[in-house]
């Protein structure tokens, strides 16, 4: 399907006549927080909870109070490799990744940086979210110079699997004793994507 640059479908097409009017198509944005405020901490712990519920995907499994994802998310902001991107719908914080640059004396892996805890809340999936966020993220890394974006998911997560294959990840390998959720043993698989330079970088200065 066709999308806006917003990552969202075009508007439905009517034919003949209909009383109905086309609803509106809602707002999408990824912008990447370096600070967020209470009411912003609160969304993002909400969809994180509601993911968590819905099967996880981003580490968690059992359900999480509220506050213990708020302050999660508080000290994500203050880790120096960290990035963290969130997700808007109509304004609202419904999701977000992370991007995780290695540590300073990981100078041979330099060039590197791993995608993860990504996520959309369920009641704000199918809207083309997801596809934005990772355009996003990608745009910033090629920006800061990394060179290769590495990510792993667990087999069962169908949907991240089609939305990275599609967005270009190459898998190269499958974990198969990756994760345990409710005593079961899940494989993982791991995936790879070269980012080309962008900006001054690409020009060589
Ligand atoms: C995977 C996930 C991020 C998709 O979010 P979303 O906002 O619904 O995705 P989008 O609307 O941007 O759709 C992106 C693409 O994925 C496809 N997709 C989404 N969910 C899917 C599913 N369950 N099965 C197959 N394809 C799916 C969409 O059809 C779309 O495909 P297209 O680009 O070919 O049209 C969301 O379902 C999620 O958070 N899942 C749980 C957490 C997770 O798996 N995280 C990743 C591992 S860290």
Same mark, same amino acid.
């Given at each position: 399907m066709e999308r806006n640059d917003r990552g969202a479908p075009p508007p439905e097409q009517h034919h003949g006549a209909s009383t109905t009017p086309p609803r509106p198509q809602p707002t999408l944005a990824v912008d990447r927080a370096q600070a967020l405020d209470e009411t912003e901490l609160n969304e993002l712990a909400e969809a994180a909870a509601a993911a968590i519920m819905d =099967? =996880?995907?981003? =580490?968690?499994v059992k359900p999480q109070p509220r506050d213990t994802l708020a302050r999660y998310f508080r000290g994500v902001l203050l880790v120096p490799e960290r990035s963290l991107f969130v997700a808007r719908l109509d304004g609202t914080i419904v999701g977000a990744a992370q991007l995780v640059r290695p540590p300073r004396n990981n100078e041979a892996q330099a060039f590197s940086a791993q995608l993860m805890h990504f996520f959309i809340a369920p009641y704000a999936r199918g809207h083309g979210l997801a596809r934005l966020l990772v355009r996003r993220v990608e745009a910033y890394a090629a920006a800061i110079g990394v060179r290769v974006l590495n990510l792993d998911v667990r087999e069962t997560q169908e949907g991240a699997i089609h939305l990275f294959e599609a967005a270009g990840f190459q898998r190269w390998g499958t974990h198969p004793v990756y994760a345990q959720v409710g005593g079961r043993v899940i494989a993982g698989h791991f995936y790879f994507k070269c980012l080309a330079p962008t900006g001054r970088r690409a020009k060589g200065s």
């Open positions: =099967g =996880g995907g981003f =580490g968690w």
